[in-house]
């Protein structure tokens, strides 16, 4: 009999579960894209994609192709801090969907009581002396569960289940801005060494200059407005030197800090500008298969559907909730004989409704916040979009003129080499005075340093369009 009622407690728990699966969550409907269909006139760097080929599918290492730059993005993905951070994340809202979850089920516990009481004479029949009376009992107990009719639980659960995953896409969103930011800042200090390195040998050449330009003076060949001129020339060279000391060490310290090591660890110092190697063609495909597949477009998705589902457990609130307390075990007045045949079958099974009838306008008011959370949600959803729209267009517009500048640049660094190597032979000759040759010199470090930045910003572009199209993160 015992067995039979337990069977019978447990069936009717398996059809009330059975009978809840419904929600009242509305049906989602994916916002339409509120930018074009295409993007425009496409340069020779980015190429349409095959069918089945993405930009996110391109494994960074085999986007960036040089050994010591792999290196310093492997030890920032390894060590970064704030990775770290994103990853906990994922943690954190993982154990919050096992919570919401773990509601879905009811609670099994197991309890062990004993009571004793004495009953003084005054209230036990007269009889002279008090009465004790001692009880023991071991049960497996089900407390509250709340059988989930109407949805709400099913819902907050649908819930947290898409915040998990819009935390899972926003930690990859940050794996590749990581991947991003590390290159690009690694490109900087290069580039940056590679001017310290011009800027040195613009003031080799003027020192060299300035001790010409002395023994002339001295001998009586040169003026003193030459000797004044060219030592001027030294000193802003030694200026920009020291300059670009600075710059190429706080360029190191943060690359430090997104690497994640410490200063005297290892480090890829025997490299150059020239050296890196990135995939220089990249498919690009449409907007609506570019846009939607970004994690962060993916992790805003994602966080309307949790608002969407907040909805369906705001509008559960309105009708009843029903939920039931039982337990099943065994009872004696002797702890001894608690678990022998002598116990007694004890069983409790307590259903209770609770039908809202007034609040206050809370319910109501419940149910019109989550509407208005889930028209935010939309609303971040649409600017997300909009905003990697523009990310990719400004990038490709880069990628059409920067190669174009660059060889501008190079022609321009040939002519203004040709142009100082003219000055200073005419200086030589006597036919010009000192001062068009350091014009001539400042002009060649200008554009030699406007060519070394170009070119990091045409490697800088490749990594930031391999970004905005989503580019994968494993390795």
Known sequence: MRRLRLHRVALLYFWLLLGSACTMIPEYSRPEL?????????????????????????????????????YVLATALANNRDLRVATLRIEEARSLYRIERADLLPGIDIQGRGSRQKYPEAVSSGSGIGVQTDLYSANLVSSAFELDLFGKLRSQNEAAFESYLATEEAQRAVQISLIAETANTYLQWLAD?????????????????????????????????????????????????????????????????????????????????????????????????????????????????????QIGAARAAFFPSISLTGSYGYASSDLSELFTKGAEGAWTFIPQITLPLFKGGENLARLNLARVRKNIAITRYESGIQTAFREVADELAALRTLDGELEALQRLVEATQESYDLSLSRYRL??????????????????????????????????????????????
């Open 193 to 309: 060494r590679k001017i310290l390195s011009l800027a040195e040998q613009t003031l080799r050449a003027q020192t060299e200059s300035f001790k010409l330009i002395e023994r002339s003076y001295t001998s009586g060949v040169s003026s003193r407005l030459d000797l004044v001129q060219v030592r001027r020339a030294v000193e802003t060279a030694r200026v920009e030197r020291m300059r670009f000391l600075r710059i190429v060490e706080q360029d190191k310290n943060a690359l430090i800090v997104l690497m994640g090591t410490k200063a005297e660890d290892s480090f890829p110092e025997d490299t150059t500008l020239d050296d890196v190697e990135l995939l220089e063609s990249l498919p690009v495909g449409i907007p609506s298969e570019v846009l939607l597949s970004r994690p962060d477009i993916l992790a805003l998705e994602h966080s309307l559907l949790a608002a969407n589902a």
């Open 430 to 475: 006597g036919v010009d005075s000192f001062l068009a040759v350091l014009d001539a010199q400042r002009f060649l470090f200008a554009a030699q340093r406007q060519e070394i930045e170009v070119e990091r910003l045409r490697l800088a572009n490749l990594v930031n369009l391999y970004k905005v199209l989503g580019g994968g993160v494993a390795g």
């Open 34 to 70: 509120p930018v074009s269909n295409a993007w425009t006139d496409l340069p020779a760097g980015a190429r349409p994609k095959t069918a089945g080929e993405q930009a996110f599918d391109i494994q960074w290492k085999s986007f960036f192709q040089s050994q010591p730059l792999q």
